[in-house]
């Protein structure tokens, strides 16, 4: 699986963005969808995860309630909506895919088998 992150760029505090990762392959709707992000000097953080068929969601602490994670199958795309944007935001977006059929496993950079490139997401204040 490849996969193909976009939708970054520079928002003020308060903005919205849309970011989008797209996949390679036919297989995508047998994956578990995860984004991450990492801002300069810290480690990768879990932002959020999303089941095979849409159903299932989980959010990191820091975001819960400000962004929406969702996929189109027959798209091969997943989303991250983010609102209410915060410059503690700022950082670059990773999408991942994993293969794990336990959703605890969702929330760990480790357990993820395919990362984009990553998108740049700078709040200004």
């Known amino acids: 699986v490849q996969l193909q992150a976009s939708g970054g760029g520079l928002v003020q505090a308060g903005g919205s963005l849309r970011l989008s990762c797209a996949a390679s392959?036919?297989?995508?709707?047998?994956?578990?969808m995860g984004w991450f992000r990492e801002a300069p000097g810290k480690e990768r953080e879990f932002v959020a995860a999303?089941?095979?068929?849409?159903?299932?969601?989980y959010y990191g602490d820091s975001v819960k309630g400000r962004i929406t994670i969702s996929r189109d199958n027959a798209k091969n795309t997943v989303y991250l909506q983010m609102n209410s944007l915060k410059p503690e935001d700022t950082a670059v977006y990773y999408c991942?895919?994993?293969?794990?059929?336990?959703?605890?496993?969702?929330?760990?950079?480790?357990?993820?088998?395919?990362w984009g490139q990553g998108t740049q997401v700078t709040v200004s204040s």
């Open positions: 991942a895919a994993t293969r794990s059929k336990y959703s605890s496993n969702w929330l760990h950079r480790n357990e993820y088998d395919y």
């Open positions: 999303i089941g095979w068929i849409g159903s299932t969601t």
């Open positions: 392959g036919r297989t995508f709707s047998t994956y578990a």
